[in-house]
């Protein structure tokens, strides 16, 4: 960038902006900016703070008008929060999603290979590549599933990868989401909300577009239905109103054109599916269902179960309906499990990742335990079977009195947590109450699996709005940001 140009932009929009020494996604990318990149900092940088805040008032307002909600439970009471925007766009080079998508699409492959593998000849367990207790031991390993194929061999349909940037902006893989990730119709909705009031700060760019994900959902969920159902009925099945994500059920079920149902909406006859309608019993061939695997059917998983549909499993296991992800395939997104996802690639595909692990310590093992209790003041400690930012510990933000506390946990249960080195996640420029300040991000790009795999370009970016902080879940106080992708 020009002097020039530098001078113009620090009198703009930035005239203030710190740029810390983490890898800015705007900003201080240590690199040289391509054109669309360099168009969305000077059109930036001509906004005044009066003005970006008037923009970013008038979305909230339509966030809450349209009621795109999310559920926040405290131990009182449930909360519908609309979930924090900033209007300050991530932006993504050609380049860069090129890597993230290849890399999404092989751990993909690998995840899917893994799965078929370990309900099936686990190979992958006889070689020793990993330990087998780890997997058959797992809370999430369903015997319901073994021997079971699926068509496709396709048992994560949906599936969401967390991505971090460390300091020198390479991308690591924080974790894997392949039982029901959640957040994609907030990057459908923001991408609308941001070319409604953010018009002359898009108009013009080459962006990848991102409304293609309903139609591709549908397409994947027809394609891997029952061998030959001509025009399979396609349903996603949700928990009902009560449920956090209700909103993107009902934006999901909309966007590809398919019916909402509750368990009491579907019944089991003869082992197949059918859904209830004013006209009588219709047949159901895939469910996308929003509803974990202990809730699915009480004749298998929860007895107590009011939300899921009774022989639903027999159904799925005589191959009469898909369901979209698989059953029991959270033992892949385990986090003890993600530890071993590098060999699981090298295992399968014999190629080297092309996104890398974050390194993690697993503290079922003495050597992972050990080095974690030694340094845990320095490290990030997180339950395996968790989500959301619920339970982990970091270890540089934390207290004496809950560093001794945590170690009390890690001694009694070791199996439960593991450990990872604090990384220095990329920042994004965020309108934040005194001005625009740089803020930590991560990434969640979506890929759509049924004939072969499709990444939603960008995915959901979300900020953590605290200053400081590394916690970037919404039930934790983030927020999110819309991803741009440069086509060219």
């Not at 705007?26 to 940088?45: C, E, H, M, S, W």
């Not at 990730?181 to 962006?207: C, I, N, T």
């Amino acid at each position: 960038m020009s002097d020039m140009k530098m001078a113009a932009q620090a009198a703009g929009l930035f005239a203030t902006y710190d740029v810390p020494d983490f890898f800015c996604e705007l900003l201080n990318r240590k690199d040289i900016p391509p054109p669309g990149l360099q168009q969305v900092r000077d059109r930036l940088a001509r906004f005044d703070l009066a003005e970006l805040r008037r923009r970013a008032a008038a979305v909230e307002a339509q966030f809450y008008r349209l009621g795109i909600t999310f559920t926040v439970y405290s131990d009182r009471e449930a909360i519908d929060r609309v979930l924090p925007f900033d209007v300050i766009p991530r932006v993504l080079t050609a380049p860069e999603w090129d890597h993230v998508e290849r890399g999404v699409q092989q751990r993909v492959r690998a995840i899917n290979l893994f799965l078929h593998d370990i309900y099936h000849e686990r190979r992958i367990l006889r070689d020793g590549v990993i330990p087998a207790q780890l997997v058959l031991g797992n809370a999430n390993y369903c015997q319901a599933m073994v021997g079971l194929d699926v068509p496709g061999g396709v048992y994560v349909h949906i599936n969401g990868t967390d991505l971090v940037r460390d300091r020198d902006g390479r991308f690591l893989v924080l974790e894997d989401n392949a039982r029901t990730p959640s957040g994609v119709s907030y990057v459908l909705e923001d991408r609308q909300m941001m070319l409604r009031l953010m018009p002359d700060l898009a108009s013009g760019l080459d962006l990848r577009p991102v409304d293609e994900y309903g139609p591709r959902l549908h397409r994947a969920l027809a394609e891997v239905a029952p061998a030959g159902v001509d025009d399979p009925q396609v349903v996603l099945l949700s928990p009902g109103i009560y449920n956090a994500a209700y909103f993107e059920h009902v934006f999901l079920a909309r966007e590809m054109g398919i019916p909402l149902v509750e368990g009491r909406d579907l019944t089991v006859e003869d082992g197949r599916v059918y859904m209830r309608t004013v006209a009588g019993l219709r047949p159901v061939h895939s469910i996308y269902r929003r509803l974990n695997d202990d809730f699915l059917d009480p004749q298998v998983f929860n007895p107590d179960s009011l939300l899921g549909v009774p022989g639903l499993v027999d159904a799925y296991r005589r191959g009469n309906v898909t369901l979209a992800n698989a059953i029991g395939t959270g033992v892949a997104d385990d986090k003890a499990v993600y530890a071993y996802m590098p060999r699981i690639i090298r295992y399968y595909l014999d190629e080297e990742p092309i996104l890398t692990n974050v390194e993690t310590h697993i503290c079922a093992e003495p050597e992972g335990l050990a080095y974690t209790l030694a340094n845990l003041e320095h490290l990030v400690v997180k339950p395996v079977g968790e989500s959301g930012g619920y339970g982990l510990l970091i270890g540089p933000h934390a207290t004496q009195a809950e560093l001794e506390d945590f170690r009390g946990r890690l001694r009694a249960d070791p199996a439960n947590y593991i450990s990872q080195p604090v990384i220095s996640l990329s920042v994004s420029p965020t309108l934040c109450p005194a001005g625009v300040e740089a803020r930590h991000v991560d990434l969640r790009p979506f890929a759509v699996t049924g004939r072969e795999t499709w990444v939603l370009p960008g995915g959901l970016s979300r900020v953590a709005l605290r200053k400081g902080s590394l916690v970037v879940n919404s039930s934790q106080g983030g927020g999110a940001k819309d991803t741009w992708v440069l086509a060219s």
